[in-house]
């Protein structure tokens, strides 16, 4: 019976990254999220500029959901050599990535996964707009919608999209959706 469930679930992870390969990457995790110059009311009626906010990496948000939950740690920060779909700072797809563990996955659950697999926890992913997030969210969910061993829980928040194993318990899961709302 074991040897079953490794065959199956050796089958869908190749499934899963012959899927996602096709969604696009970037050669530097490390680069922000693009942003616009959004301007404010002057008192003489003009429009002045609002000082940018800091753009956001993958790692940092991590490291705020991190603060939350205390099951998260870094796993894998996406390079464009590790990257196994390519995406990474390709045209509409996410400029940094990182995947992550969550302590209260049992290993029996992961057993033949790839180290960095998001199953193992999840990843965050930051895009140059909250659009090409959604696409992207949008994408994984029609092709894993047949396929139940690779769902998973997404939550959106502006151009970063927090994708979490569907191994956590749905509370479990809303802990990373309540911690990206407050980051």
Do not use: W
């Not at 000082?51 to 705020?64: I, N």
């Not at 995406?87 to 969550?102: E, I, N």
Request: hydrophobic share 40%; glycine share 10%; aromatic share 4%.
């Amino acid at each position: 019976m074991r040897k079953i469930r490794l065959v199956v679930g050796a089958v869908a992870v190749v499934l899963a990254a012959a899927v996602l390969a096709g969604c696009g990457g970037s050669d530097d995790s490390s680069k922000p999220a693009a942003g616009g110059t959004p301007t404010t009311a002057s008192a003489d009626g003009g429009a002045k500029p609002v000082p940018p906010q800091e753009p956001v990496t993958a790692r940092q948000v991590l490291a705020k959901l991190s603060d939350q939950v205390g099951a998260a740690k870094l796993n894998t920060v996406v390079t464009a050599e590790n990257d196994p779909n390519k995406l990474l700072g390709r045209p509409q797809q996410y400029t940094s990535k990182v995947t992550f563990t969550d302590s209260r996955i049992a290993a029996s659950d992961v057993v033949g996964l790839d180290k960095d697999d998001s199953l193992r926890g999840g990843a965050v992913e930051v895009f140059g707009t909250a659009g090409d997030a959604k696409a992207r969210s949008d994408y994984i969910q029609s092709v894993t919608k047949s396929m139940p061993a690779l769902a998973e829980y997404h939550y959106l928040d502006g151009p970063v999209l927090v994708r979490v194993s569907h191994y956590l318990t749905p509370k479990q899961a809303g802990e990373y959706k309540a911690a990206l709302a407050g980051r």
